[in-house]
């Protein structure tokens, strides 16, 4: 069973507001990603990290920020939320770059409305 | 620009019965295939995988077959059973994106008993 976590589940909150999605794995995984998925589609990635102090932007535009600090802990953070934010944001963690052997475990996901 | 597909946003199997779900991709330097289950209120949870230099791989009931020719590739599910029901989504890696996964837009699975 994959040990991450992503608080809060859902998240309702008002145009305007600052919010930090969390995302913490206790499997030492130096690799994380944060993915972006509207209803019936695909999973978008828009930022990920190859370790501490290391993030990178995905294929998605987002006006999210990450940062990495610790190798647990991934945040996603908006600065000023916008009903355009309103989305499924999965987190997810691999020990090493995702191939045939290696696969990505993923968090339950924070449901964020933004009203 | 979507680069891997999942044209069938449905199907539904009668149990026992074999299920075929389709993904087609357009870029040819992905580096690795998956397919991952998805329950509601649930992250994806990981399925069965295949290397870009192998046509076939199998694990218990799952089996994936690659055609890289046609960029394609298939997730068999045989004997289908009413707890496959689920989303399934194609996932393709790349190496120069540092592997990050390229996700379809899923197919709901519905194993009817």
């Known amino acids: 069973e994959a040990d991450i976590y992503q608080t809060p589940r859902y998240l309702v909150i008002g145009t305007g507001k600052k919010i930090t999605l969390e995302c913490s794995q206790t499997?030492?995984?130096?690799?994380m990603y944060w993915y972006q998925q509207d209803p019936g589609m695909e999973l978008h990635l828009i930022h990920y990290s190859y370790g501490v102090n290391s993030t990178e932007k995905g294929d998605l535009s987002s006006e999210s920020t990450v940062s990495r600090i610790r190798t647990e802990h991934f945040p996603l953070t908006l600065e000023s939320a916008r009903p355009s934010h309103t989305s499924q944001y999965l987190c997810?963690?691999?020990?090493?770059?995702?191939?045939?052997?290696?696969?990505?475990?993923f968090g339950q996901g924070t449901r964020l409305t933004v009203v | 620009d979507q680069q891997v597909k999942q044209n069938s946003p449905s199907l539904s199997v009668q149990e026992g019965r074999i299920s075929i779900l389709n993904c087609d991709y357009t870029?040819?330097?992905?580096?690795?295939f998956l397919w991952y289950k998805k329950y509601p209120a649930e992250g994806p949870t990981f399925l069965i995988s295949i290397s870009s230099i192998k046509d076939k791989n199998e694990d218990g009931r799952f089996t994936v077959f690659l055609n890289k020719s046609a960029k394609h590739l298939s997730l068999h599910i045989v004997p289908s059973q009413p707890g496959d029901s689920a989303v399934y989504f194609c996932a393709a890696s790349l190496s120069n994106s540092g592997y990050a996964l390229n996700f379809g837009k899923g197919t709901s699975l519905l194993v009817t008993p």
């Open positions: 870029n040819s330097m992905f580096d690795y």
């Open positions: 499997m030492g995984h130096d690799k």
């Open positions: 997810a963690s691999s020990e090493y770059f995702v191939t045939e052997n290696t696969e990505a475990f």
